[in-house]
């Protein structure tokens, strides 16, 4: 009795032990497949940011990664080309000329934006693009452009921004990054079952 006692403490703690160390990696396991830029044909900024993508979009072009950026998650119903939105003006106003700029209305999910970026870059003869987002959101980016783009000669390299309520290994103690890897882990769970 007293030796099943001792293997079941064990297995418990292990599994404890398991289980805390999975929680306090998540947010360094989301954010994990965010790389280096590198010259490519088109520069992709995500939706659903509150100016830090749009940002980082604009640094990326200023320092000559691409002559063409893609905003994503614009909505077309309210969206009319000779009145850009508030997202493509910040970034005229970040020195990116309006012509450089296309706008997809078109998407509304994570997956969307790969295939839609995907038939874009088919279109337009691209091969390469760098793909910007926050850094949690890495991960379901990489299952998601990686099976978007299978099959085909096209490359993409995904680049964090870089908020400053994100620290991967301290995730849990903000609000804001606490809520972004909870949702996270719950659009992985759905994207693997749907998309994957």
């Known amino acids: 009795m007293k030796s099943f006692l001792k293997l079941f ?3 418990l703690l292990s599994a404890c032990g398991a289980a805390a160390a999975v929680f306090f990696c998540l ?9 280096n830029p590198e010259k490519t044909d088109v520069i992709v900024v995500l939706g659903g940011d509150n100016g830090l993508r749009v940002r ?3 640094e990326l072009y200023n320092a000559g990664y691409s002559s063409h950026i893609i905003l994503t998650g614009i909505d077309e119903r309210f969206y009319s080309p000779a009145h850009p939105n508030w997202r493509e003006r910040r970034m005229m106003t970040l020195g990116v000329p ?20 995907s038939d874009t870059m088919e279109k337009k003869g691209w091969k390469s693009a760098l793909v910007v987002s926050d850094p949690p959101h890495m ?4 299952q998601t452009w990686s099976r978007a783009f299978e099959g085909s000669s096209k490359k993409f390299i995904l680049v964090s921004t870089k908020p400053e309520w994100w620290h991967p290994f301290v ?3 903000n609000k804001k990054s ?15 079952v749907v998309y994957y």
């Open 9 to 11: 403490l064990f297995i």
């Open 27 to 35: 947010g360094f396991l989301l954010s994990l497949y965010a790389g």
């Open 56 to 58: 980082k979009g604009a």
């Open 98 to 117: 309006k012509k450089a700029i296309r706008v997809d209305t078109q998407s509304t999910t994570t997956w969307e934006e790969a295939v839609n970026t």
């Open 139 to 142: 991960l379901r980016l990489h």
């Open 171 to 173: 995730w849990w103690k």
């Open 178 to 192: 606490w809520q972004f890897v909870i949702n996270e882990i719950k659009k992985n769970l759905f994207y693997s």
